[in-house]
């Protein structure tokens, strides 16, 4: 029953009578807010397409970008280094034996090209409807079907165990001073990106090679997941393969105290 407030008294009229609803206060202020709001974009757009501004790119794009450029210096960094390399060499006073001893300590370092026999493994997601392909084990969680850094670190260090002379993860030479890191599924390799499926590639023995990854733990639980939910794994003989030198910056970089 409505209140008798709703009802008008003796000589009112029907203006007064009438009462305001909040619902109506409410409707007109969506419609001024819209209106404002419209407004404001027309203005900022200027006859421009917002969506598409160079500010609003993903976070992901600008990453690609900034590792396709830092892949770039590098190129350039190492023909650099090739030519301050050439020129030394002309007439630096050096002997024979110290220039024996400097190519000896750059090979080890890494920053020259070195050819052998290779072993690449390949590493790659699982597909995403994967399921338990043996009785026992789980349905997998999302963590289960993509690679990790440890997986990566694992194949690395096996390789380093088995005697390999060099290392390449994707394109580029490992030295004692790289760091695999994954951020997601994604690898970040000095200041590089990648995405699967990962490759790296040792020279060495190829026997000795694959025994230290048949041998090694971390793996074998990795191989756990290759078998139950379908994780990419490929263990391939390359032949003879040259691999690149390091080309980026050598120089070491640290924290420092504020003064």
């Not at 034996?97 to 070195?114: I, M, N, P």
Request: net charge negative; with cysteine.
């Amino acid at each position: 029953m409505s209140n008798s407030a709703d009802f008008p008294g003796p000589g009112s009229s029907p203006a007064r009578r009438r009462r305001v609803r909040p619902v109506r206060i409410l409707t007109a202020g969506v419609f001024a807010l819209a209106g404002l709001i419209f407004f404001t974009s027309f203005d900022t757009a200027k006859g421009t397409n917002i969506r598409t501004d160079a500010s609003l790119l993903k976070l992901s794009d600008l990453i690609h970008e900034r590792s396709r450029k830092n892949g770039e210096l590098e190129e350039s960094n190492g023909a650099l280094r090739g030519d301050i390399e050439s020129l030394a060499e002309r007439d630096d006073g050096s002997t024979e034996e110290e220039d024996d001893k400097l190519a000896a300590l750059e090979e080890r370092a890494g920053t020259q090209k070195l050819k052998g026999e290779a072993v690449t493994v390949t590493l790659n997601d699982a597909p995403p409807d994967a399921t338990a392909k043996l009785p026992g084990y789980p349905e997998p969680q999302p963590d289960y079907l993509v690679i990790h850094q440890q997986d990566l670190q694992a194949v690395v260090n096996a390789m380093w165990q088995g005697g390999a002379e060099g290392i390449k993860v994707m394109d580029q030479r490992l030295i004692s001073t790289s760091a695999v890191r994954c951020v997601g599924n994604t690898l970040i390799l000095q200041g590089r990106v990648y995405s699967p499926p990962y490759k790296i590639t040792a020279v060495g023995d190829p026997k000795k090679l694959k025994k230290a990854l048949a041998a090694s733990p971390a793996i074998q639980n990795y191989m756990v997941y290759v078998n139950v939910y379908g994780l990419g794994w490929q263990v391939e003989d390359e032949g003879t393969v040259t691999l690149p030198g390091y080309a980026g910056t050598v120089d070491l970089h640290y924290a420092e105290p504020v003064e």
